[in-house]
């Protein structure tokens, strides 16, 4: 019986494949992308997150506390996060919600036997998607999950980032049915600077698929500044006219909602030079990512924002200080 760490499970799902489908976020993720909006997935362990607006000052937290982590000092309500386990008893004692715990250590089974609750809602589309976070961080529980699902007939896709060598990927091809998977930009450096990983294994592990005649789509998070030219979004589409199996291309825009997220866990959050790309700028980007062999899909609202970003040095070493 395999087990895992899980964020949560979205039911009734619209965008992670096709149909109506349940999603499973596993928790950790090797990768450091700065405009992740679901930061909560960037570690491999239970955390706590902390809503100090909600917060009333009855000081039953630190009343239970069995590591000091919460202090008072007057009116203020201070939170070691180093000192903390994230056991969850303050946040069970919390009456006004203002800590969540993060990370629940799943069973595969357990997982499964929720998502075959949804499956009168899949009719013929729908399904489970593996999602994180990276679900390959966890590749024996993903497997675990997707391996039942299939056993049911159950359609299934997996959102990975494929930054792995082929041996961690191959033992999945038998199980999924669809692999969705980011491009963030074909140039490597540029790939290393902003992620912290290179996407060699990405465009390898792409080729590979294609090859075995896997299904996929493809996802480009565009960030003005970061990953909005036309040649950066012109060449990702070259690479992807070179594959016979993608049924889709998906500019996806970059959007700041999860900002709160990263203060509520103790993270330097997004730049704020980040912005979201116009529905101009979108519309020329899909004019530039059109090819013949797959459609250009771009996905989410957009609003306004036009600049150059560049990697800050210190902005990515913290993230990798604060994430590791
Ligand atoms: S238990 Fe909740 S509301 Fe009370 S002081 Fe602690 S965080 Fe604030
Ligand atoms: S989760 Fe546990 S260790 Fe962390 S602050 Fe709350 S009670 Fe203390």
Not at 189 to 212: K, M, Q, V
Request: aromatic letters at 8%; proline letters at 6%; one cysteine or more.
């Amino acid at each position: 019986m395999s087990s895992g760490l899980i964020t949560h499970i979205q039911r009734f799902s619209v965008h992670d494949g096709p149909g109506i489908r349940t999603t499973v976020f596993l928790k950790g993720c090797q990768m450091r992308c700065p405009w992740c909006h679901n930061p909560e997935t960037y570690h491999r362990f239970p955390e706590i997150q902390v809503f100090p607006e909600r917060c009333i000052g009855c000081q039953a937290c630190a009343a239970v506390c069995q590591h000091a982590a919460h202090e008072f000092r007057g009116p203020d309500h201070v939170y070691h996060r180093e000192r903390c386990v994230a056991c969850g008893e303050c946040v069970e004692t919390c009456y006004a919600k203002s800590m969540v715990r993060v990370g629940e250590l799943r069973t595969a089974e357990s997982v499964v036997a929720e998502v075959l609750a949804d499956r009168p809602f899949y009719q013929r589309t729908g399904g489970v998607t593996i999602s994180g976070g990276e679900p390959l961080l966890q590749a024996e529980f993903a497997s675990g999950i997707l391996e039942l699902c299939r056993r049911e007939g159950i359609h299934t896709a997996i959102e990975t980032n494929l930054a792995w060598p082929w041996k961690v990927v191959e033992p999945l091809v038998p199980l999924v049915d669809l692999f969705l998977v980011d491009i963030k930009m074909m140039d490597d450096a540029a790939h290393r600077a902003w992620t912290n990983a290179s996407n060699e294994h990405i465009l390898d592990n792409l080729r590979r698929l294609d090859a075995l005649n896997k299904e996929l789509v493809i996802r480009t998070p565009v960030v003005v500044g970061v990953n909005d030219r036309p040649e950066q979004i012109g060449a990702i589409a070259d690479f992807l006219a070179t594959l016979r199996r993608v049924r889709q291309y998906e500019l996806l825009p970059y959007h700041p909602l999860g900002r709160g997220k990263y203060a509520a866990l103790g993270l330097a959050g997004p730049p704020p030079e980040f912005r979201t790309p116009t529905s101009a700028q979108f519309e020329m980007l899909a004019a530039v990512a059109a090819r013949a062999n797959f459609v250009v899909r771009v996905a989410g609202t957009v609003s306004s924002g036009s600049r150059t970003v560049q990697p800050d040095p210190e902005q990515v070493d913290l993230n990798q200080q604060q994430h590791t």
